[in-house]
């Protein structure tokens, strides 16, 4: 994925970590953006607009519709079930997963939709999306999972391209020890 395909840096890193899943067969694919879902609809109330000639009735809107897309669809490699992620309705994980996934309806197999953030939110959009997370799974019964970048690569494994600066391609400095997804991988036993 390039720059140029996704919306902020925060995305494209996470794009990196994508990257190295889908290389070790951990995920399957993964897609940007792909799916729009419709939380409200337009609400609208009617009036009669009366003219020397005619009378009409109109419709106006009084609020917009709310739509909402995730940032990323990752579909998972059932084989890393309770390794890399869990599913959400099923009671029987006995490790603490990184991600939670939900089975399609269509196809029975595993999905996350992730959103991503910075930790630093000036616009506090981290917190519009805690409601549009609830009202999403309300309404049916999609979880989207929040990645704030690059906590979660502090937590899981930081990808190869992220230590290198983007410009000059320079060591970037981290506040954290990173590991490499292999070191990752052997920490949790697979």
């Not at 399609?104 to 519009?128: A, Q, V, W």
């Amino acid at each position: 994925m390039k720059r140029n395909d996704v919306e902020s840096d925060g995305e494209w890193y996470l794009s990196w970590m994508f990257d190295e899943l889908y290389d070790a067969g951990i995920i399957k694919r993964y897609l940007y953006e792909s799916n729009s879902f419709t939380l409200s609809r337009t609400r609208t109330y009617p009036i009669l607009e009366i003219k020397k000639t005619k009378t009409k009735l109109k419709e106006l809107s009084f609020l917009q519709e709310h739509t909402y897309k995730p940032d990323f669809l990752l579909e998972w490699n059932e084989k890393y079930l309770n390794k890399f992620f869990r599913i959400i309705e099923d009671n029987t994980c006995t490790v603490k997963c990184p991600f939670f996934a939900i089975r399609s309806t269509k196809d029975n197999k595993p999905y996350t939709f992730i959103e991503c953030k910075p930790i630093f939110d000036k616009n506090s959009m981290s917190r519009l999306f805690r409601i549009n997370q609830k009202w999403l799974y309300d309404k049916y019964g999609l979880f989207v999972q929040l990645c704030i970048v690059p906590t979660i690569f502090e937590k899981m494994f930081t990808p190869a391209r992220f230590l290198l600066t983007d410009k000059t391609m320079q060591q970037r400095i981290l506040k954290y020890e990173p590991i490499t997804l292999n070191e990752y991988l052997i920490k949790l036993d697979i």
